[in-house]
T-cell receptor
Framework: AQSVSQHNHHVILSEAASLELGCNYS??????LFWYVQYPGQHLQLLLK??????LVKGIKGFEAEFIKSKFSFNLRKPSVQWSDTAEYFC???????????FGAGTRLTVKP | DTEVTQTPKHLVMGMTNKKSLKCEQH?????MYWYKQKAKKPPELMFV???????INESVPSRFSPECPNSSLLNLHLHALQPEDSALYLC?????????????FGPGTRLTVT
């Protein structure tokens, strides 16, 4: 089974700073890739997804992610964070045609006003 | 409607109790999932139902028993739980039973076992 690694456990940024959260996975076959966000007290929401095609995907709230197959990576980026982006961010992967989705450990983002 | 609903929101039960968690979606999704999430940890997959049939059971103890009465409903029956089973239990659904779509998550049931 694949595993998912998120390199940053806790990231603290000031408003307007740029954000990049790392995500690597271990599976060598075709995968579907996701970033989910969990705001304090709220349920998991999909930020963006990659299934195929353009490796640079854009999601909600100004987030984007780039799939680099050679590096088994799917890093999340945002040019300018806001205080409201404070949340837990999870990278998730499932093998193509398989419902077994695995989550990374999560990165807690704190944005200082 | 892109909502997955879960009831109850909170549940406190003793180790000898029997209780059930319920999940419902009306998006026409054909796959439904149960996850367990401990505090400050990622969700861990427990069960997957695809086209109303159990397709994945991640070696979950038998004190957790899933049931999918129809394509819109998913239950998780609980019996003789342990305090370490206290967690947030998340339900999710996806359009396709073959893992090709994103999962939509419900708000969860926060379970406390005393």
């Amino acid at each position: 089974a694949q595993s998912v690694s998120q390199h940053n456990h806790h990231v603290i940024l000031s408003e307007a700073a740029s954000l990049e959260l790392g995500c690597n996975y271990s599976y060598g076959g075709t995968v579907n890739l996701f970033w989910y966000v969990q705001y304090p007290g709220q349920h998991l929401q999909l930020l963006l997804k990659y299934f195929s095609g353009d490796p640079l995907v854009k999601g909600i709230k100004g987030f984007e992610a780039e799939f680099i197959k050679s590096k088994f990576s799917f890093n999340l980026r945002k040019p300018s964070v806001q205080w409201s982006d404070t949340a837990e961010y999870f990278c998730a992967v499932n093998e193509y045609n398989n419902n077994d989705m695995r989550f990374g450990a999560g990165t807690r983002l704190t944005v200082k006003p | 409607d892109t909502e997955v609903t879960q009831t109850p929101k909170h549940l406190v039960m003793g180790m000898t109790n029997k209780k059930s968690l319920k999940c419902e979606q009306h998006m026409g999704h054909r796959a439904m999932y149960w996850y367990k999430q401990k505090a400050k940890k990622p969700p861990e997959l427990m069960f997957v139902y695809s086209y109303e049939k159990l397709s994945i059971n991640e070696s979950v103890p038998s004190r957790f028993s899933p049931e999918c009465p129809n394509s819109s409903l998913l239950n998780l029956h609980l019996h003789a739980l342990q305090p370490e089973d206290s967690a947030l239990y998340l339900c999710a659904s996806s359009q396709d039973g073959g893992g090709l779509g994103e999962q939509y998550f419900g708000p969860g049931t926060r379970l406390t076992v005393t």
